[in-house]
């Protein structure tokens, strides 16, 4: 007999399902989401889910009840293990599976964990993951005899990621830290494929981090990788979030590269082998990426933010590569289109090793700018999307050089600014960019007034 369940309101999100253990996320949460998304599978006329999980305290419960769910829906489960969420990925394309789950708290802190869904070659999020509420909601569960089968992709995995860098004779020195996530273990085995000199930091897999979080988006995260660069004068450094699918990167200065400039420089070869691609970003990159993409003869195409919409935008305009801000490198060009961060590492050392270039050199070339930070304010779940609503009439209304792809993006003489609803959070993010300091202040002022013209006023920035 079928069972209703409600989900807390705040765990089924645009991208993923998040939630906090023991507080709006728990085991039972986990088996509804098995039996929804099993349903679901099974409705396509799909049979096999591969399932993973990360290295969180909770997650091996999460896991297994997520496992149980699913052969509640009679699917045929295969557990790959312990890994970081793009060897999920992996398995679901080299297993012929017709979905996965990742169990997954990504970046979170120690007590969150959460989902990540793949259903086909796509990703699961948005509206599916709405209909995934509503199916445990009536209790309209698939029913069925599942199975399961333990189906570890390891060991195929990592020599999967080393193909990437082809045959060079040796890299650029560096340090890599997996921030004691889920990549640990794979990053580890990877380095030693590797020609050159490398140095681990954190990666023992370890829920807790002890040493510091793992989101390279965060500078503070990277002061250990600065502090080893320099120390052991090696030519950059390497970082990942907590399940492997997001990149930081320093030079030997210890100056980090962000998402955007990273791109630009992997562009540089995908654009010499497909001539003319399209190359894609969200709306938070520095313009300066999407004009050196159009240098280079690609097509730079601004797209939303969220790594699920990147993916489903580059199946659909099959290009070879694509980024966001954070950190998120989804590549195509000899690979599978999804996003991960040790096979973007591996294609890092390989532009670096055939052109001969220090990554330091790589970014000094790069057009200066002055940028904020990403800049988020607290604004109500039911304010945030009516003011960016506001905000761009006003602007079309004026006939100012608006992308309302995701928010508002506007042109001005002297940079660029930008203003957008959170999907998952009760915010709204903005950026602001521009030639030097003072353009830099008028960009922000204008922000900051078209904002207060809405009777939102924002936090000095």
Known sequence: MNTRHDFHRSILREYDIRGIVG????????????????????????????????????????????????????????????????????????????????????????????????????????????????????????????????????????????????EVATVPSAAWDAGNGAAGEAMSRLIALLPGRHVALNAEIDGRFPNHHPDPTVPKNLEQLIDTVRAKKLDLGIAFDGDGDRIGVVDRNGDILWGDQLLAILASEVLQRHPGATIIADVKASQVLFDEIARMGGQPLMWRTGHSLIKAKMAETKAPLAGEMSGHIFFADGYYGFDDALFAAVRLLRVLARTGRDLAEWRAALPRVVNTPELRFDCDEDRKFPLIAEIAGRLKARGARVNDIDGVRVRTDDGWWLLRASNTQAVVVARCEANDDAALSRVKRELATELGASGFTPPAF
Do not use: W
């Open 23 to 166: 507080s709006t996320l728990s085991a039972a949460d986990a088996f509804a989401i098995g039996r929804g998304f099993g349903t679901i599978v099974r409705r396509g006329g799909g049979g096999a889910v591969c399932v993973g999980r990360d290295g969180r305290l909770s997650s091996p419960a999460m896991a297994e009840a997520v496992v149980q769910g699913l052969m509640a829906s009679g699917i045929e489960v295969r557990r790959i293990g312990l890994g970081p969420t793009p060897m999920l990925y992996y398995a679901v394309f080299e297993t012929s599976a017709d979905a996965g789950i990742m169990v997954t708290g990504s970046h979170n802190p120690p007590d969150h964990n959460g989902f990540k869904m793949m259903l086909g070659h796509g990703p699961f999020y948005g509206p599916a993951i709405a209909e995934l509420g509503e199916i445990a909601a009536r209790g309209e569960f698939a029913t069925g005899a599942g199975s399961v089968v333990d189906r570890p992709v390891f060991d195929a995995y990592v020599p999967r990621l080393r193909q990437g860098l082809g």
